[in-house]
């Protein structure tokens, strides 16, 4: 197997796992705010996009040591974070105004498909051609967008479909449907 499949496969399986472990750390934190930055805190299509950025994130943190040298990393991280973005409120959306509804295995696949094709764009990028200086900064500038974006969004949530808990209509923190929220409720 080749060093590009090795790291299309083992990224992969990391980001499907700790995605979907990360979809429970919240509750398990009891409501920790911090955890919750890294993990869902509700339903929204946001909060399961967030999922999959925070696994790729961690898999940055490691091959950032021994792929950062290709000149073309940057460009395939960033890339690699728009792609769940992307892929995942296209292929929801899409199959629920099809379907009028959501079925939980489809959903799981869909984040599935998010993290293959996430590492897939990765990996082709990493081997071509190098990039120019311009479009590599650019990328640069991406993952910073991307990453100032994923810290702030659960807690300041623009009010709109990608951000509304389906369970309890409401956004970010506050749309956590566990013990925290019925609290608030009767404040």
Known sequence: MTQSWMIFLVETIIIVLLGSLLHFTYAWSKENEVVGIFSAVNESTWEHIKLALSAIFACMLVD????????????????????????????FYGYRAITGYSVLVVDILIFVIAAIASEAVFVMILNAPPVGSILMG??????????????????????????????????????????????????
């Open 64 to 91: 950032v040591w021994f792929l950062g040298s290709n000149h073309n990393y940057w460009c395939a991280r960033s890339i690699s974070f728009l792609v769940p973005v992307i892929v995942v409120p296209v292929l």
């Open 138 to 187: 650019a990328s640069m500038v991406i993952s910073v967008i991307i990453l100032v974006l994923y810290l702030l969004l659960t807690k300041f949530p623009m009010h709109n479909f990608l951000f509304e808990d389906p369970i309890t209509h409401r956004y970010g923190y506050d749309g956590h449907a566990g013990p925290r929220k019925l609290v608030r409720k009767h404040k």
